[in-house]
């Protein structure tokens, strides 16, 4: 990877330092009900008291810096080098805001769903209820395959309405995903909030989710992982989806996800300010030049431009 400024920083307890560090499996303690505050206080104190364990360096690239100010945007990229126990990219700063996840929660929605039992399977279809939706391509009953490949929101909400508030909030906190907070609307939480999440704790989800780590069977796991699965090289896979918060003014436009090369996981998330739909492309396009600017992607991968 591409060299940068080196600083050594502790993830604060906000970020599920716990869990981020893969140095004390012994505190990787998963539940399926929500975690009672004093449970929540004493890992917060454990996290305090040990912060040897839980040191990740952290690399501001010059090079990621360079790419953005290229592009002209403003945002963050975070990598998360599990093996390393590093992070490296653009804007820390930004990379610990909270933000509403959008369609990038479609991941533990998809998690959460399965292990429910409210959908028996990626394959089988849900209906989108018959409304108008502000993309035709929506207004069509899917399967979880398919309508998280053109990330449709209906098929997804009608997903988190038979899942119920009980459950999601439930699996939300068994993930630790963020800030937990979904409010009384099972269906819009994501998209308008109150749940919201940064750019570090993305990664640190997406890295456990990469490995296979969550607190749920491991065919869920594989399930969903084959679904966002987008392209493969040699001896390399890449896993990951968009979003784009559309209640910020501009917009906040996603892409997260991991690559895995052999047991090596790579967990990114990028945010950028995205007035528009027409500026969506430039999400994985400049997410993926990140990417091979860091070793990545190989050197000889084609980024293709943002149309």
């Not at 493969?232 to 896993?239: P, V």
């Amino acid at each position: 990877m591409a060299a940068g400024r080196t600083a050594s920083t502790a993830l604060r307890p906000a970020w599920r330092l716990p869990t981020i560090s893969w140095q004390a499996p012994a505190l990787h303690v998963f539940v399926t009900h929500p975690v009672h505050p004093m449970k929540r206080l004493l890992a917060l104190l454990l996290a305090l008291v040990i912060p040897a364990a839980h040191a990740v360096d952290w690399q501001e690239s010059e090079e990621i810096a360079a790419l953005f100010k290229a592009r002209k945007l403003n945002g963050t990229f975070v990598l998360y080098d599990v093996a390393g126990n590093r992070l490296i990219g653009h804007n820390r700063t930004r990379g610990q805001v909270r933000y509403i996840p959008a369609s990038t929660f479609k991941i533990p929605n998809s998690l959460i769903g399965l292990a429910a039992g409210s959908v028996g399977g990626v394959d089988v279809v849900l209906p989108y209820g018959g409304k108008p939706q502000p993309l035709k391509e929506w207004e069509q009953d899917l399967s979880l395959r398919d309508a998280i490949r053109i990330s449709s929101v209906p098929i997804y909400q009608e997903l988190a309405r038979r899942t119920g508030l009980a459950r999601m909030r439930a699996g939300i906190a068994a993930l630790q995903y963020g800030n937990e907070q979904i409010g009384s609307h099972v269906d819009r939480f994501w998209l308008d909030g109150p749940l919201k999440i940064s750019a570090l704790e993305q990664v640190e989800f997406l890295a456990r989710f990469g490995q296979l780590q969550l607190p749920y069977p491991r065919p869920v796991q594989l399930s969903v992982r084959e679904i966002i699965f987008l392209e493969t090289g040699d001896h390399w896979a890449l896993y990951g989806k968009t979003g784009w918060a559309t209640p910020y003014k501009p917009g906040i436009g996603w892409w997260v996800g991991w690559v895995q090369k052999g047991d090596e996981i790579y967990a990114f998330a990028l945010n950028i300010d995205m007035p528009g739909m027409a500026d969506g492309p430039k999400r994985i396009e400049l997410g993926k030049a990140c990417l091979k600017t860091l070793g990545v992607l190989p050197a000889d991968y084609r980024v293709e431009p943002a149309r």
